[in-house]
Each structure stands twice: as C-alpha cells, then as structure tokens.
C-alpha cells in the first residue's frame, strides 16, 4: 500500500518561513493536497492540487510537488499557523494520509 | 453556509453496533462525492470510506471492511456510516467531508463536519 511520510515536527520562528516535506514513491505523479488542524478542531484545506490555496487561505502558504517530495511552505509564519499539518494524496481508490507534522512557531 | 453536522456517535462495547450520520446543507449534496474519516486519541487522521454521488461506488479502508457500510440518502442531504463488529481500535473521532474526485488524479475533502465521538469499550 502507498505510504506518505511526514517529518513529526518542524519548528519556525516567528515571521520566518517553515517548510514541511510529504515523502512518497513518485509523489510528484500524483497530486498532492495539504490540512491544517488546530487543537480541538477539524482539518481544514490549505492547499489542493499541489500549489492552488482554497478561498480564505492566506497567501503565504504555498506548495510546492515534484520527484517524490511534496512540500508545504508557510512564509511570514505566524503564531496562528501553530498547528497539526496533513498531506494527503490519491492512490489505487484509495485516501492516504501523512503522518501528520506538528508545526511550533517559537 | 457549508455545513456538515455529524451524529450517532457514543459508549459501545466490543462487537456492538453504530450507526453515524451526517447531515449536509448549503450545497447541492448529491453533486458530490462523501467521506468519512477518523481520528484516534492523539493519532492522525485515516480515511475510512467514500461514496460517489449515487452511491454506486463505494471504497473502503482494509481495516473497515466487511464491517462498515457508507450509504447516502439524496433526497434526504445525509450521509450514513454503519459500524458492526467492533474492535477498540475504532475508538475516534468520525469526521464526514465534501469530496472531490478527479479519477485516478485526485480525492480530496475541501469541507469537514466537526466529527462524533466513537468509544469501543466494555
């Protein structure tokens, strides 16, 4: 079965940007999408088709997908953006989901 | 306003029945494709199972099957999920999502409900 692997933590200061990576075998053949969930909270769409943001996602996360690496960068990273974060892709009819990376902004 | 509103969750015991439900409003339910996903006490998420608009494909996650069915009602803007059979591992929080598929490129939930608690326990 296909398997994303995701980092279990990145940190990121205030106002500088973090980027988490989603890993898979030829990833970049496949579309990648990204959640956020805050404590307590649904998963919420950040990022759909590798690169495009839903209406209502700030502008300074964007994503990037190619080879077998999906990223997921958050420019100007805030302390809102504090958070459990997600990649997902499609295969075989089949929902994978990352293992999830918890994002500090410290 | 989108809105999911997930219920039928609670305290069952090993090898007990469930059945969950979603109610959709503020979109033309039967244009989309369901979801249903879970989220175990400190773990990640996990997809569970998907519906197409009417509800003649149907997938499920290996860990489910035999035991879960999704099922939807148009007319009625609902999505289903019956639980038989189980185990303390489907101990989670259930979220129903909006869907989109895009054939062998892509699936994606672009709306979530809130979720219902789901506790396998004696």
């Known amino acids: 079965s296909y398997e994303l692997t995701q980092p279990p933590s990145v940190s990121v200061s205030p106002g500088q940007t973090a980027s988490i990576t989603c890993s898979g075998d030829?990833?970049?053949?496949?579309?990648a999408f990204w959640y956020h969930q805050k404590p307590g909270q649904s998963p919420v769409l950040v990022i759909y088709?590798?690169?495009k943001r839903p209406s209502g996602i700030p502008e300074r996360f964007s994503g990037s997908n190619s080879g077998n690496t999906a990223t997921l960068t958050i420019s100007g990273t805030q302390a809102m953006d504090e958070a459990d974060y997600y990649c997902?892709?499609?295969?075989?009819?089949?929902?994978?989901f990352g293992g999830g990376t918890k994002l500090t902004v410290l | 306003e989108v809105q999911l509103v997930e219920s039928g969750g609670g305290l069952v015991q090993p090898g007990g029945s469930l059945r969950l439900s979603c109610a959709a409003s503020?979109?033309?339910?039967?244009?989309?494709?369901m979801s249903w996903v879970r989220q175990a006490p400190g773990k990640g998420l996990e997809w569970v199972a998907n519906?197409?608009?009417?509800?003649?494909?149907?997938y499920y996650v290996d860990s489910v099957k035999g035991r879960f069915t999704i099922s939807r009602d148009n007319a009625k803007n609902s999505l289903y999920l019956q639980m038989n059979s189980l185990r303390a591992e489907d101990t989670a929080v259930y979220y129903c999502?909006?869907?989109?598929?895009?054939?062998?490129?892509?699936?994606?939930?672009?709306?979530w409900g809130k979720g219902t608690t789901v506790t396998v326990s004696s």
């Open positions: 503020g979109f033309t339910f039967s244009s989309y494709w």
């Open positions: 030829k990833l970049g053949d496949k579309y």
């Open positions: 519906i197409k608009q009417d509800g003649s494909e149907k």
């Open positions: 997902q892709a499609w295969d075989s009819s089949t929902v994978v």
């Open positions: 088709e590798d690169i």
């Open positions: 999502a909006r869907s989109h598929w895009g054939g062998p490129s892509y699936y994606y939930m672009d709306v």
